[in-house]
């Protein structure tokens, strides 16, 4: 009896959320996933009959899926560069293109771990092992390289860095205490609880602006639904939800 009432109760809440008319892709980069998450909930509530699916990776892992013909409809990276490819091979939408949030680049250490004073402190030999994203899927490896070969950091860490394929994998490695220390966004700080120790910042001047942006792709099935995301997100609701999650809404949209 108890089964068949939980049944009846599943049936009750799908035939309430009513029949789906449309599904939009959304391909994010895994660190602003959390955040595009929590906008799909309020999306979702607004507009009854769109699901959301999500679709995370390294930026780069992304962009090669959409060049290989992805279904996706909207796109979020946490770089430009990616962007700048796809609007490159005319891949999407004229003036659909937004810039939704900027982030920081943080050293992060296995929780108990010595943390150092200072980026340059990496170079000592408490430091033997380094996580970085591979600057080739990840936007925040190639943050972090740019970072640390503006620091001179680059020639003596080179040969001590561990890639993982994206900021989630990268802050697994350092929360498991499989390397010394990794270089991530700040906003990836707070995913790994108390399993890791925040370490100093690292100067913005060091590297590019780290912004995170939307567009429209050209083959989108439903570029109005997507288009209506991405306002979500720049509203003023929107940038409560990347604020809560750490983010700094940029200014300029």
């Known amino acids: 009896m108890a089964a068949a009432c939980l049944l009846c109760a599943g049936a009750w809440g799908a035939l309430m959320a009513g029949p789906v008319e449309h599904v939009l892709w959304v391909s994010t980069a895994i660190s602003l996933r959390p955040a595009i998450a929590e906008g799909q909930a309020l999306f979702e509530a607004d507009n009854p009959g769109i699901e959301l699916l999500i679709n995370s990776a390294g930026s780069g892992v992304l962009l090669q899926q959409v060049r290989r013909g992805a279904p996706v409809d909207l796109f979020v990276s946490a770089s430009p560069w990616e962007i700048d490819r796809l609007e490159a091979a005319n891949l999407i939408v004229p003036g659909s293109r937004a810039t939704l949030?900027?982030?920081?680049?943080?050293?992060?250490?296995p929780a108990g771990s010595p943390v150092p004073?200072?980026?340059?402190?990496?170079?000592?030999p408490g430091f033997?092992?380094?996580a970085l994203g591979n600057p080739k899927t990840a936007p925040v490896g190639r943050y972090a390289r740019e970072a640390l070969s503006t620091l001179g950091l680059w020639p003596v860490l080179r040969d001590r860095v561990v890639l993982g394929e994206n900021a989630r994998q990268v802050l697994e490695y350092t929360a498991r205490g499989e390397v010394s220390?990794?270089?991530l966004y700040h906003t990836d700080v707070r995913l790994a609880g108390d399993r890791?120790?925040?370490g100093p910042e690292i100067s913005p001047?060091?590297?590019s602006p780290?912004?995170?942006?939307?567009?429209?792709?050209?083959?989108a099935r439903h570029p109005s639904s997507a288009r209506r995301f991405i306002d979500l997100m720049l509203s003023d609701t929107g940038k409560r939800i990347l604020e809560r999650h750490g983010f700094e809404v940029a200014e300029s949209r």
């Open 101 to 109: 949030a900027t982030n920081r680049l943080v050293v992060v250490v």
């Open 117 to 124: 004073r200072s980026a340059e402190e990496l170079a000592g």
């Open 128 to 130: 033997d092992r380094i």
């Open 181 to 183: 220390a990794a270089v």
């Open 196 to 198: 890791v120790s925040l």
């Open 205 to 207: 001047g060091t590297h």
């Open 210 to 219: 780290i912004i995170y942006q939307a567009c429209v792709l050209r083959d």
